[in-house]
């Protein structure tokens, strides 16, 4: 484990950028730019995962985005912690917006004081620095929005000496809530079994080992409830296993306290007998999974109280086509 001085050498002198690997620097402003200066966008990985909701991310995993993830999460570079919280408010914010969690303000106006309670930019009576201001006060789903990190298992977590889905998502609060929109971190996931290590799996393979791995501690439940728009945030995406487990696990958990007696009608329904995007009958169950796993497929739409947003995913799973970047960049 890391020791305190480490860390404090760290922060004082940086040794090396964490992207490109340049001198005297924590992160030099080229891959800065790599980090934050895309357009986020809607990801989606082949194959989509069963219960996977809509994931936003900043940039794609590749290059010094890559390396920066990697000294972050295994070499213990803390101090990259702001930068990738900063590009996953990005990826945060977008997909919020696109479900209608926060809208964007016309230049000029002022941010309400529920804009965002206790930030300076509310108090101060401005507009955020983006522009983007919370409907409602609150979100416009009840409250602040939830950032809840998938849990790194607890061995992981001794290996690095810290949980990086975790540090990365305070930073991508404070980041929120500087520039207007009230949000706070929800560490409510734990691990409720062993599972094997995810290299070298297939996507399948990751499903199966996940499948029931995630259960919301106690308490948990009471503080995603009274919060606003639930968004489920992780560094990296790669098959989106891990994002499909975190969202059964708090799915499950509000279904249970919001009908304490039992599934709704609807919902046996659903389980006997759901529908795929293309109107066909799609299976509820995986070969090795402890319970049933549902196909959502046309329920993973914007508006949902769940949605995820990571730092980087692969680049295979980009909406925005890259040629089309600047353009979306001058229009934003």
């Keep these: 484990m890391r020791g305190w001085w480490q860390d404090l050498t760290d922060l004082v002198l940086p040794a090396e950028c964490g992207g490109c690997g340049g001198p005297r620097t924590a992160l030099c402003p080229e891959c800065r730019a790599a980090l934050t200066g895309a357009?986020?966008?809607?990801?989606?990985?082949?194959?989509?995962?069963?219960?996977?909701?809509?994931?936003?991310?900043?940039?794609?995993?590749?290059?010094?985005?890559?390396?920066?993830?990697?000294?972050?999460?295994?070499?213990?570079?803390?101090?990259?912690?702001?930068?990738?919280?900063?590009?996953?408010?990005?990826?945060?914010?977008?997909?919020?917006?696109?479900?209608?969690?926060?809208?964007?303000?016309?230049?000029?106006?002022?941010?309400?004081?529920?804009?965002?309670?206790?930030?300076?930019?509310?108090?101060?009576?401005?507009?955020?620095?983006?522009?983007?201001?919370?409907?409602?006060?609150a979100g416009g789903f009840g409250g602040p929005l939830a950032l809840v990190p998938v849990p790194s298992t607890r061995r992981a977590v001794r290996a690095r000496g810290h949980d990086?889905?975790?540090?990365?998502?305070?930073a991508a609060a404070s980041d929120l809530r500087r520039t207007g929109t009230p949000a706070r971190v929800l560490a409510v996931l734990r691990q409720r079994r062993t599972v094997a290590d995810q290299s070298g799996l297939d996507s399948r393979q990751r499903l199966d080992n996940l499948a029931g791995a995630l259960e919301v501690a106690p308490g948990g439940v009471r503080l995603l409830a009274e919060g606003g728009r639930v968004v489920l945030v992780d560094d990296l995406m790669t098959t989106g296993a891990s994002l499909a487990e975190a969202a059964r696990a708090v799915g499950a958990a509000l279904r249970k306290r919001n009908h304490p007696y039992g599934r709704t009608a609807a919902e046996e329904a659903w389980e006997a007998g759901g529908r795929g995007r293309a109107g066909t009958r799609v299976p509820l169950t995986g070969v090795g999974r402890p319970e049933p796993v549902r196909e959502l497929g046309g329920r993973n739409v914007e508006g949902d109280t769940i949605g995820a947003a990571v730092v980087a995913s692969s680049p295979a799973s980009f909406e925005n086509k890259p040629e089309l970047t600047e353009e979306l960049r001058r229009c934003r």
């Design 164 to 170: 990086p889905a975790r540090r990365i998502a305070l």
């Design 39 to 137: 357009v986020p966008s809607r990801v989606r990985p082949e194959p989509e995962p069963p219960g996977l909701p809509v994931v936003h991310a900043a940039a794609r995993y590749e290059n010094e985005v890559r390396a920066m993830l990697l000294a972050h999460k295994e070499r213990g570079a803390l101090i990259l912690a702001g930068p990738l919280g900063a590009a996953l408010a990005v990826a945060v914010r977008a997909g919020a917006e696109r479900a209608g969690a926060v809208r964007t303000a016309p230049a000029g106006t002022e941010a309400g004081a529920g804009a965002g309670a206790g930030t300076g930019a509310a108090r101060g009576g401005r507009a955020p620095e983006d522009g983007v201001l919370p409907c409602g006060g």
